[in-house]
């Protein structure tokens, strides 16, 4: 099994926000995606170990930041590298708070999506909350990131808690007759 | 709500198969996403009147192909817009049978995953089926179809059935700000 493979999947990337109490967190994530369009609703996969999903677990929503193509790598390690354990992630970032109340991160977004949670479901290390958009606006006509832009041009690296971490032990290498 | 939002997040598109006894169908999905890593799981949003639904809910396999690029629209259509119900989609199609017994489409593919169903779970019009990667491999380097390369350079449509439509009368104009 070549496990590569798996990385020519396509996602964008996202700040993924909630909020309990007077609590707020947000984290990168690639897995935001939508599940049915009647009525419309999306799914992410969050890490059981991050922060941000025991807020989701308890608040039962959470917001979508979808992010341009030129956010720069350190708004995406401020969000996706470091835990709210430790830093205040929201410091000199625009946001405003949303109809859930999840905080709405505005810079470097193109778009951005509210959802209440209506199901999850335990996927091993991950949780995969659904839920029904109840908001979302169209902020800037910029590019979207990819994931595959995220990494082949801008460097950016996986951290171990993603649904898409792979160890390096695990990648074989490219058969020679997709490389040549 | 501007449910044009949802149109910026990010995807791939690619051929969805299993097979059932003598059964094999296949279809195009956009929603094909890593749900966890360890071990290596991807999930798919499949339509609960697809033909291919029916065949993964009763033989819990499933493979997906990730298309190139300059995958031809024609390819797309025969996957995407025609039901197995009436004809043979893989007529034609170079494809080959995985270690799960579902077919492998090849033509046009850049990489391929097979995975054995571990969890689903019902979201109204759709099935999110979850499964353990048994199998994958890259067999090419061409660049991957986005589904907004798709939408925005090939001119693809989306059809009724997909996670992702929606309604012309329910998208909203972007606001002004963001298309001056």
Redesign the interface.
């Known amino acids: 099994?070549?496990?590569?493979?798996?990385?020519?999947?396509?996602?964008?990337?996202y700040v993924v926000t909630s909020k309990k109490d007077d609590r707020i967190n947000g984290q990168i994530a690639n897995?935001?995606?939508?599940?049915?369009?009647?009525?419309?609703?999306?799914?992410v996969?969050i890490n059981k170990n991050n922060l941000t999903h025991g807020v989701i677990k308890e608040s039962r929503v959470f917001a979508a930041s979808?992010l341009c193509q030129d956010t720069p790598l350190t708004f995406i390690g401020r969000f996706g590298f470091k835990s709210g354990r430790d830093s205040d992630k929201f410091k000199g970032v625009d946001y405003k708070t949303g109809e859930t109340g999840a905080p709405i991160v505005l810079d470097n977004a193109?778009?951005?999506?509210e959802a209440r949670v209506t199901?999850e479901?335990d996927?091993?290390?991950?949780t995969?909350f659904?839920g029904e958009?109840?908001?979302?606006?169209?902020?800037?006509?910029k590019i979207?990131?990819?994931?595959?832009y995220y990494h082949q041009i801008k460097g950016g690296k996986t951290p171990k808690a993603?649904?898409?971490?792979?160890e390096e032990k695990k990648i074989e290498k490219?058969?020679k007759?997709?490389?040549s």
């Open positions: 099994m070549n496990i590569k493979a798996l990385y020519k999947l396509g996602y964008g990337v897995t935001v995606f939508q599940v049915t369009s009647e009525p419309p609703t999306v799914a996969s979808v193109v778009s951005y999506l199901k479901m996927v091993g290390t991950h995969i659904v958009v109840v908001n979302a606006d169209v902020i800037s006509d979207c990131m990819t994931y595959d993603a649904a898409t971490y792979i490219v058969p007759e997709a490389t």
